[in-house]
Nanobody, 115 residues
Framework: QVQLVESGGGLVQTGGPLGPSCAAY????????MAWYRQAPGEQREMVAT???????NYADSVKGRFTIPRDNAKNTVYLQMNSLKPEDTAVYYC?????????WGQGTQVTVSS
């Protein structure tokens, strides 16, 4: 059974760091491109950051220079390292794995940035 399990969300003050992680089960993790998305209340889900199997990364303009998306294939885990957080970063953050036409989602982890 395939599972993507996020953890490490929480409440943080403006300007602080947070680093959720996503552990993958039931897939050959190294073959999957991985990504983080987020969805704020009343908003559509949006891409935050992606990383290919080769380690190339891409970021939404709103998080460039503040977020990074490292992956550890030995641990079947992708991370989202978030710095200089802003109240507008408040959302549920979802992990996504993609291989050709197969895509999997985690259950989401809440990140709340207080002003």
């Amino acid at each position: 059974q395939v599972q993507l399990v996020e953890s490490g969300g929480g409440l943080v003050q403006t300007g602080g760091p947070l680093g959720p992680s996503c552990a993958a089960y039931g897939i050959i993790f190294s073959r999957y491109a991985m990504a983080w998305y987020r969805q704020a209340p009343g908003e559509q889900r949006e891409m935050v950051a992606t990383i290919t199997t080769g380690g190339s990364t891409n970021y939404a303009d709103s998080v460039k220079g503040r977020f990074t998306i490292p992956r550890d294939n030995a641990k079947n885990t992708v991370y989202l390292q978030m710095n200089s957080l802003k109240p507008e970063d408040t959302a549920v953050y979802y992990c996504n794995g993609l291989l050709l036409f197969q895509t999997y989602w985690g259950q989401g982890t809440q990140v709340t940035v207080s002003s």
